[in-house]
């Protein structure tokens, strides 16, 4: 069973121009040790669907459950002790931080016992920071180990999923590098499972066992890193991947997919891609596909996954290798 398992979650919430469907019916599991990459442009429900996932945002149908509990939204009262074991890293580490408090002091919080002391020593050490630095101030520290800041206070409270929201964004390409390195670690040693959340395919590729692809609220495809990677089965995991940049400077857009992520307050007919895909035919533009099963254990909503579609040469986007 999933440590952490969201299912058909739908998230709602008021806009400028009306009320809004950040999450359209998403489905995503967790288990313990493994890292689940969502990724999508930004504006497509990633960071919403986060959020939810810890209850900080309520869902307005659909199920959400860690560790075979439900997870409601929070309120203002303490946060539920079985829900303590599911933690959130937020995008910049240094606005979770208190500036007026030592970075020990802050990993210690959500630890109970006499050997607090050595425990926060240990967690610094465990992300790769000296044991002596739980003495200084956050903003002492750079944002990469700001962000090891963030996780050994996530990890102080014995998670069994972290769920992390663009934890990368604001780091150089060097701290980003390193970190997806302990992120690996840290699921394999000490088997915590982790959703994170990124617009960067290529980090995803080096940390995630799976991934599900996010675009205006609904998961479009789902599969494990490699055959996602070569060979895509949705024609929007595809353009992600050609738009991954390579050594030889390409890794643009293609030109066959055009425009902007559409307004989620007027989703297009049919297919929510079907506008911007090089791909699509009539039934695209009225009917919307379901995610469904594919051979390998992967899914994909597409209708040219269908045996009645056109034929498609998918997973031939530039810089698959």
Not at 44 to 59: D, E, F, I, N, Q
Not at 105 to 112: A, L, T
Request: charged share 20%.
């Amino acid at each position: 069973m999933s440590a952490l398992e969201l299912r058909d979650v739908v998230v709602d919430y008021e806009g400028r121009g009306g009320r809004v469907r950040a999450v359209a019916g998403a489905t995503v599991s967790v288990e313990a040790g493994r890292i689940v990459g969502l990724v999508g442009e930004s504006g497509c429900g990633k960071s919403t669907l986060a959020r939810a996932a810890v209850g900080l945002v309520p869902a307005a149908s659909g199920t959400i459950a860690f560790e075979g509990r439900e997870v409601r939204p929070l309120t203002r009262r303490a946060r539920p002790a079985d829900l303590v074991r599911l933690q959130l890293v937020f995008q910049n580490p240094y606005s979770s931080l208190n500036p007026r408090r030592t970075a020990g002091s802050q990993v210690g919080d959500g630890i109970r016992s006499r050997a607090r002391s050595a425990r926060v020593r240990e967690l610094f050490e465990i992300v790769g920071l000296a044991s002596a630095a739980a003495s200084r101030y956050p903003h002492e520290f750079s944002g990469g180990q700001r962000q090891r800041i963030a996780i050994a206070r996530a990890l102080a409270a014995d998670p069994s999923v972290i769920v992390l929201d663009e934890p990368l964004a604001s780091l150089d390409a060097s701290a980003q590098a390193q970190f997806a390195n302990l992120l690996t670690s840290l699921a394999r040693e000490l088997g915590v499972g982790m959703l994170l959340i990124s617009h960067d395919l290529a980090i995803v590729r080096h940390v995630a066992d799976e991934v599900s692809v996010m675009y205006l609220g609904r998961i479009v495809e789902r599969a494990e890193t490699l055959p996602l990677w070569t060979q895509p089965a949705h024609p929007y995991s595809e353009a992600l991947i050609a738009a991954v940049p390579r050594p030889d400077g390409e890794g643009v857009l293609p030109h066959s997919l055009p425009g902007e992520v559409p307004d989620p307050t007027n989703p297009p007919s049919g297919c929510r891609f079907h506008p911007r895909c090089p791909y699509a035919f009539e039934r695209c533009r009225v009917e919307d596909p379901a995610l469904v099963p594919l051979a390998g254990g992967r899914s994909a909503a597409c209708w040219l996954q269908q045996q009645d579609a056109p034929p498609a040469n998918l997973g031939q986007a530039r810089g698959v290798k």
